[in-house]
């Protein structure tokens, strides 16, 4: 009897999300049973299909990925996480652990190293990509301890703070940022004071380098701000408004916590049978 892990692929590139189904699905064990664009259809993926791994993309529109690594282990904590990512800082990796992933590693990994840390998960274990090992270890001997309070942008920001920094540095409304953050578009015009007093800046365009030198966006983001441009491009979409509480874990307007519910239906194993 063979035994297939199935697994959920959350990646905002089409081409990339269909070259990781068509490889993933190649390997006898592993069969990809969904698809995700953006961090919160990831959650509701995960809670729908409940697949036995997910890899996911860290920089996705809306909600981004380690904020939906948060919500799912809430929700799912027994599904595999494994972060594939651009992303080599050590805040980075420190955050993605905080939330709960379970595997680290880069894009410009070979397959086999993708395959060797899937397999890693499923069995329990941690795996990060050799570089984030000893950039980790370089910081730990050179005496810039993690857990040591610092003054940069990453470390002054609640995770709640960095998830409206980067909707609005992607051009997102008041409202379209409420709507992906289950909050109120007075609430969030507050956390933008917030963060251009914490920030120390006084523009819609400092919050977008500011983003940009966290790696929350990509520097293409900077054509939606481009002094020289006459006008902003439109977004391509609006963002559906969330249907249930992943992503609200800290909701400025009635101080609700995400469900801590688990998930009653998973097999007691990481994997099950094929059919």
């Given at each position: ?113 993708l395959v ?25 001997v050179s ?87 006459s006008e ?44």
């Amino acid at each position: 009897m063979n035994i297939k892990c199935n697994v959920l692929i959350a990646e905002d590139h089409h081409l990339l999300r269909s070259g990781l189904r068509s490889m993933v699905s190649g390997i006898a064990e592993y069969n990809v049973v969904g698809e995700a664009k953006d961090g919160r259809e990831a959650c509701h993926l995960a809670i729908s299909l409940s697949p036995d791994l997910i890899l996911m993309d860290l920089s996705m529109p809306g909600m981004n990925g380690i904020d939906a690594i948060a919500a799912i282990r809430r929700r799912t904590p027994s599904i595999r996480i494994i972060a594939l990512t651009v992303h080599q800082s050590d805040e980075y990796v420190r955050e993605a652990l905080r939330a709960g992933v379970d595997g680290y590693v880069l894009k410009d990994a070979s397959f086999e190293e993708l395959v060797f840390a899937m397999h890693a998960v499923m069995q329990g274990k941690k795996h990060l990509s050799a570089e984030m090992y000893g950039s980790l270890v370089e910081s730990f001997v050179s005496g810039n301890d993690p857990a040591a309070p610092t003054h940069n942008a990453w470390d002054i920001l609640t995770a709640r703070e960095r998830s409206v920094l980067k909707l609005v540095a992607e051009g997102r409304s008041n409202k379209q940022a409420g709507q992906y953050l289950n909050l109120s578009p007075k609430t969030i015009e507050k956390y933008r004071a917030s963060l251009m007093h914490k920030l120390g800046i006084t523009n819609l365009t400092g919050l977008v380098l500011i983003a940009i030198n966290m790696g929350l966006i990509t520097s293409l983001a900077k054509q939606y701000y481009d002094p020289a441009r006459s006008e902003k491009p439109s977004l391509t979409h609006a963002p559906e408004a969330p249907d249930d509480d992943m992503g609200s874990g800290d909701d400025a307007r009635d101080g609700r916590s995400g469900s801590a519910a688990g998930n009653d239906g998973r097999l007691n194993g990481p994997c099950r049978d094929a059919t």
